[in-house]
């Protein structure tokens, strides 16, 4: 398999979880602003979306969106725990996490990173994610992950989306068990394998 990612994007999430699973993965680094691979080719014909994360399953097949991939990666290795079985109530739960990190924090983020987005909107949006990250302070509090001891495929997004933060000047002071889960998932071996792989720091 092999994963189209651009350093510390939302393409780290499955990136994250591939170590996690001991999953092999070849990487191929897009630049998102022109579309061209590190290898030369065009990432237009690989995911015509244009975004990362993409992962050809094998030639000619390609799987896209983070919340899909990070749930194919971890249903390879069932019992890495990454995710809970298909059918049960607990990975129902899980995938309502996907949905909340992805609709409510991933893309409130986005406009942040606009040069051009007006201040007045940034601010907005950045009230907007404290709003939303309340909830998951209040979630991970006697918590070590967001299922409790187990480290899932939810964790893995939470942490990358998180680590946006301070590159938008988003202050997360206020919230001590976010940045406790922080520290811990950054700790994780295969984490820090992942950030090495992308060149990017802990």
């Known amino acids: 398999m092999k994963l189209y990612f651009a350093p510390g994007a939302c393409s780290l999430s499955p990136h994250i979880v591939a170590h996690e ?28 979306k244009g975004y990362v994360p993409a992962l050809e399953l094998e030639p000619g097949e390609v799987l896209t969106e983070g919340p899909a991939l990070v749930q194919y990666l971890a249903d ?17 739960r899980v995938l309502e996490m996907l949905g909340y990190i992805n609709s409510e924090l991933h893309k ?10 007006p201040e007045e909107m940034r601010e907005e949006r950045k009230a907007y994610l404290l ?5 998951l302070e209040e979630r991970l509090s006697g918590r070590t992950y967001l299922f409790g001891d187990t480290f899932t495929v939810a964790d893995a997004y939470l942490y990358t989306v998180t680590r946006w933060a301070k590159y938008v000047k988003v202050d997360l002071s206020g919230f001590p068990n976010l940045l406790a889960f922080m520290e811990r998932v950054s700790a994780r071996p295969a984490v820090r394998k992942a950030l090495a792989a992308e060149g990017l720091a802990a």
């Open 131 to 135: 709003k939303r990250y309340k909830l």
């Open 21 to 48: 699973a001991g999953l092999e993965l070849q990487l191929e680094k897009v630049d998102t602003q022109t579309k061209v691979l590190q290898s030369g080719g065009d990432f237009w014909k690989i995911n015509p």
């Open 76 to 92: 390879q290795r069932p019992q890495s725990g990454l995710v809970p079985p298909q059918g049960t109530r607990e990975r129902y």
């Open 108 to 117: 409130t983020y986005s406009p942040l990173f606009l040069p051009t987005t």
